[in-house]
């Protein structure tokens, strides 16, 4: 028998419009991130709020103990749902998500959150290499534009990208409604 957790990364203050490092289309994703959070908190899933904090004052966003670091309203943790601070990439790296998962014997999780090519991708890809059931709700989830080498990539395709790896080796990857129906 599976046991299910939602794992809801990094959707944060700074991410959002007037923040200090705005994602496109961060409100779509936390809204949908948010229908999401109500369906797992109503079929009594496991849920993990994930809250990254950069370790030093001078990061250019999630500030230790900033406004911009602080997890949005749109998916704001309640009392008794856990909240795992990282400092890293991985959400699993240097964390307790592991031994929190392992505690409530988790089998299955869902992924969602910002951004998709940086902390969606670590976690699900380390997720997937720990034997966990992974899926990702691609429509909530949000990045932004990159460069590379001179080379400028919309954020609508480095998020296609990152969704297409993922979902060619390592998760599920639908959309909330598709999630939402199963």
Same mark, same amino acid.
């Given at each position: ?6 794992? $809801?990364?990094? $959707?944060? @203050?700074? &991410? !959002?419009? +007037? ?12 809204? @949908? %991130?948010?229908?999401? /959070? %109500? ?6 899933? !496991? ?6 904090? !950069?370790?030093? %004052?001078? %990061?250019?966003?999630?500030?230790? +103990? ?28 240097? *964390?307790?998500?592991?031994? /929190? ?5 988790? *089998? ?22 720990? +034997? ?15 460069? !590379? ?12 990208? &990152? ?6 080796? &390592?998760?599920?990857? $639908? ?8």
């Amino acid at each position: 028998m599976s046991k299910h957790a939602l794992i $809801i990364i990094d $959707i944060q @203050n700074d &991410y !959002f419009p +007037g923040g200090k490092w705005t994602l496109a289309g961060a409100d779509a994703a936390a809204d @949908n %991130a948010a229908k999401a /959070l %109500a369906a797992a908190r109503e079929r009594g899933d !496991f849920v993990v709020h994930v809250r990254h904090e !950069f370790e030093s %004052a001078d %990061a250019p966003f999630f500030t230790p +103990g900033s406004e911009g670091a602080r997890i949005h309203s749109k998916v704001a943790a309640r009392d008794g749902e856990a909240v795992v601070l990282k400092h890293k990439v991985n959400a699993f790296l240097d *964390t307790p998500l592991l031994r /929190l998962l392992e505690e409530q014997r988790i *089998t299955d999780l869902t992924v969602v959150g910002s951004m998709s090519h940086v902390c969606i991708d670590a976690a699900t890809r380390a997720a997937a290499d720990l +034997g966990y059931s992974v899926s990702v709700l691609h429509d909530a989830c949000a990045t932004l534009d990159v460069e !590379f080498n001179g080379v400028k990539v919309p954020a609508a395709q480095v998020h296609a990208a &990152y969704m297409a790896a993922l979902a060619f080796g &390592y998760a599920k990857v $639908i959309s909330t409604e598709e999630w939402l129906a199963a």
